[in-house]
């Protein structure tokens, strides 16, 4: 008996049980179980990995019929398919087990419990300068059309996208941002990597999103962009080179057409992920008055 089999099996006597004898752990066990399925189905419903998911799904539904309708030619050779079991999963499922464990990883009991939470309150002007600079930089950029690619790195450490590219270790500025992406230069091509609120490295190698709903208005650039915020928390903002149209890359979806006080938002937000998303909008307005006054 196959391994699907017997978890297929494992679940029917749960269910049985829960019905027949019902007890307290059954009830936590079906409840547990429920949980994993919704959340398995939440993390390919939006993917290219959903048909595969339901394929699979018609697969373990034919087999199970085949078996209980006596059908010998059928159900042998459905029970070869799934006699791989759970080596094919893993190995089809890849990319969502692995986005599956990161969440898992980065989630806030696991920080808790193995003391990554995020750092202390972090002062206004340590936040609010960098800030400044990249809102600055990158709608200089937008206006003159020059293309950009700027992510900023969370709690996922993003070492082995940095080993891509040329270490920088500078402040944010944003004289530097610009003159990075200033076309024919030898940084120009690649991603920005912003770590700690400093510019970290320079034309990094940023995967490839294979998503195929992302319109084909949309180049290498933003691919990229995507890419990176699927497998990790990073955030990608992106300048786009043929429409000066800035966006922002989160959770494996874009937002396009930011402006300058849109962005001063997101960006505030990632600097200072304790606070409050009123506080942050409060905090905008309070700058834009002294900047009236001024």
């Known amino acids: 008996m196959t391994q699907i089999q017997e978890f297929l099996n494992s679940i029917g006597a749960l269910f049985t049980n829960l019905f027949v004898y019902p007890d307290w752990r059954n ?32 697969v373990l539904l034919l087999a199970w019929l085949s078996s209980a309708l006596r059908i010998s ?59 400044t600079e990249i809102v600055r930089a990158m709608t200089n950029m937008a206006r003159k059309k020059i ?28 004289a530097l941002i610009e003159n990075i992406f200033e076309p024919n230069t030898p940084l120009h091509d690649g991603a920005m990597i912003i770590r700690n609120r400093r510019i970290n490295a320079a034309a990094c190698i940023l995967p490839l999103s294979e998503d195929p709903n992302i319109s084909r208005d949309l180049g290498t650039r933003h691919r990229a962009g995507i890419g990176i915020t699927e497998t990790t928390d990073a955030v990608a903002m992106i300048v786009s080179e043929e429409t000066g149209i800035i966006s922002m890359a989160r959770e494996g979806r874009l937002t396009r057409h930011l402006d300058a006080r849109s962005l001063t938002i997101l960006l505030t937000e990632l600097f200072t992920p304790e606070r409050s998303m009123y506080s942050l909008l409060g905090n905008t307005r309070r700058r834009e008055e002294r900047e009236d006054e001024e």
Not at 109 to 126: Q, T
């Open 73 to 131: 030619a059928v159900s042998w050779l459905l029970n070869q398919i799934l006699s791989m079991g759970l080596v094919v999963l893993v190995i089809l499922f890849q990319p969502e087990f692995r986005r599956a464990l990161d969440q898992l990883g980065r989630s806030k009991l696991m920080r808790r419990l193995f003391g990554l939470n995020s750092p202390g309150s972090v002062e206004e002007e340590d936040v609010e300068r960098p800030v």
């Open 147 to 174: 293309g950009a690619l700027i992510v900023v790195e969370r709690v996922t450490g993003l070492g082995d996208v940095i080993e891509t590219g040329t270490r920088v270790d500078a402040e944010i500025s944003g």
């Open 27 to 58: 009830i936590i066990d079906v409840a547990i179980l429920a949980i994993l399925i919704y959340n398995a189905i939440k993390l390919v419903v939006h993917t290219r990995s959903n048909s595969l998911f339901k394929g699979i799904a018609v």
